[in-house]
């Protein structure tokens, strides 16, 4: 089944993954016994451009303490701590790897904000929510892993209160020429679903969502993987960091990203909707 294997994919490798993270974190120089959330520094988030692209994306939402928001795949939580430190709202992340929610809950104690996070184990596609529960539904890098694009949008609007928002970053097919794999999001094509930007704006739309904005951002994502790379090469050992994560395959996943851009094959874009008010 698709979802186990996506889940799998994040998390295979993972055993005692929160200790993983706190022993790279310490090995980097951080007091373990004095750490903040910022410590973390984009190694809990699973995106390109990391915090940049959420501070970006959270920019365009008018977001108040009293927002109710989603965040479906919500990973290891590092973009939900972060809207929850800025602007004090309460976010709800569901994701199919349990190991991902236990560790987003006890980095949500360990740093004060469990009052406004919660996290939950489940499936983007059936969402345990009622109708109209949130004022916004976040989504970064998520929907490449999804085959049912229709199913995935049409959920998050109908968790959506009327006149909520729609935020959604997300990496999609450019030219339609077969992808270089492994990717971050997927070793094979089996679990990798890239749609076009005409299919992903179709199925938004079907869900009834109205897309009042869509940035491409593919050249900014670029010239950040493009320096991540150079990074990566001059350190010549991996970051603790991505051992945690892909153990010596990264070099491989980071050239593939950097060729699949370049070419054009993949693009990220950065969308706003709106449900309409009925
Ligand atoms: C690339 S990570 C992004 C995590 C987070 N949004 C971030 O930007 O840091 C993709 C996440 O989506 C989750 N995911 C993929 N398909 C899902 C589904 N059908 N339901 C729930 N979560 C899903 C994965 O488990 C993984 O944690």
Redesign the pocket.
Known sequence: MI?QD??KH??GRSTDLEEKILQALQKSGKDLNNLVWTDLGGL????LRKREATVEMAELLNLQPETRIL??????G??SRYLASEFGCHITG????GT?CNVARSFARRFGLDDRLSYQQ????ELPFQDDSFDVVW????SM??GNKTGFFTELARVLKPDGMLACYDIIAGTGVPIDFPV??AETEKISFLASAEEQKQAITYSGLKILSWDDKSQEALAWLEIAQEKLREEKELPQSHKVFRGEGFSEVMSNLVRNFQSGRTRVVQIIGRKPVS
């Open positions: 979802e996506v889940a994040y998390c809990d988030e699973f995106h965040d479906a795949g919500s990973g290891l590092g973009p569901i994701d199919l790897s991902f489940g499936s983007v596609l989504t970064q890098h998520v892993n999804i971050p999001w």
